[in-house]
């Protein structure tokens, strides 16, 4: 028969609330009684329940990463870096993809306190889920999930200053006609998705480019591979002076070179390409991508310390926003002169 807690308290000379003490470390406990537990703890070869374990702490020793997918590039990622960053803490997690519904989100929102300890969510969850405890005894923390998450500790890249970089960008290289392939990161939920938002409008501005007569071409459903060869097609037909690509992101870019290159299209010739995420597809496309990167590393570093500063009780009474920078990565597909 296996030992039990009882027989490692017989052993020792104390009681099994003792011994439950020494297992859980609660203070106050002398050196010498923990020494006798720990001993007869490994005459025994007794190792703890985890599960009555937690059920004493309240603890699990668990963290949840909720994840729309895992089949798109930047989101996988995204949670690799989490899922490094929190090894590296010796923090166990486990991946939870949602799939965008609202109902696994919502059990994986209310599986913290029994499964998880905590929770840090990829994107927006859901507005018509509540979030209890979400700055004390059951943490969450979103991952760029932008002002539409409130309440809620957070952090995000910072969006403005990466529409200002490719904007700056495209003056020093002289494009001075550029469309938006699928908007922009910086459009907030209440502004119009068929014109640039008010940060990219102050990014273009600032970089003496016309905010008004730039274009935003949509992307339809998913914006991926597919969605941005479809856009490009689209844009060189509806905008044939154009001189730039400014992309959504990094797939919706790798799709507009394949597009522009089917096309005859010389790129960076003709028509600059910048997207947004640094994919490493983007270094081995042809020709490479300038991108901006968001910086996953960095997001899930900050991310993990917003959550340990919750679960130790060191966290304010009021939610956290962190904005981490962002840099430009510069490659082929926006060098070159343009043509005549």
């Known amino acids: 028969m296996a030992p039990t807690a009882r027989d490692v308290a017989a052993l020792a000379g104390v009681s099994v ?24 703890m490994a005459e025994l070869g007794w190792t703890p329940s985890a599960t009555a374990r937690s059920l004493r702490t309240r603890r699990t020793g668990l963290v949840g990463i909720g994840v729309a997918e895992l089949r798109r590039p930047y989101l996988a990622t995204l949670v690799e870096a989490l899922v490094a960053e929190a090894d590296r803490c010796g923090i166990p997690v486990a991946v939870e993809p949602t799939h965008g519904d609202v109902e696994r989100t919502r059990a994986l929102v209310d599986a913290r306190g029994r499964v998880f300890d905590g929770l840090v969510h990829i994107g927006p969850p859901p507005a018509a889920i509540a979030l209890p405890g979400a700055l004390t005894d059951r943490p969450v923390v979103v991952v760029q999930g932008g002002a539409a998450v409130d309440g809620v500790d957070r952090v995000d890249e910072d969006v403005d200053e990466a529409m200002a970089l490719a904007a700056r960008h495209l003056a020093v290289m002289g494009r001075r006609r550029p469309v938006l392939l699928g908007g922009d990161r910086a459009r907030r939920p209440d502004e119009d998705p068929h014109a640039p938002s008010a940060a990219m409008r102050a990014a273009l501005a600032g970089a003496r480019l016309d905010p ?5 071409v949509p992307v339809e459903g ?9 856009a490009a097609r689209r844009a060189v037909a509806e905008h044939p002076g154009l001189d730039a690509l400014l992309c959504l992101n990094d797939e919706v870019a790798l799709g507009a070179l394949a597009a522009l290159s089917a096309l005859g299209v010389d790129v960076p010739g003709r028509v600059a390409v910048v997207g947004h995420d640094d994919l490493d597809d983007g270094r081995f496309s042809t020709p490479s991508l300038t991108t901006v990167d968001p910086g996953p590393a960095r997001l899930a570093r900050v991310a993990l310390e917003l959550l340990g500063d919750r679960l130790a009780g060191r966290g304010p009474q009021q939610p956290r926003a962190v904005t981490l920078p962002v840099h430009l990565v510069r490659r082929e597909s926006t060098l070159g002169e343009v043509a005549p």
Do not use: F, I, L, Y
């Open 17 to 40: 609330k003792t011994v439950s003490r020494v297992v859980n470390g609660e203070p106050h406990t002398r050196p010498e009684v923990v020494q006798r537990v720990t001993a007869a």
């Open 212 to 216: 008004d007569v730039v274009p935003v």
């Open 222 to 230: 998913v914006a991926d591979r597919r969605a941005g060869a479809d």
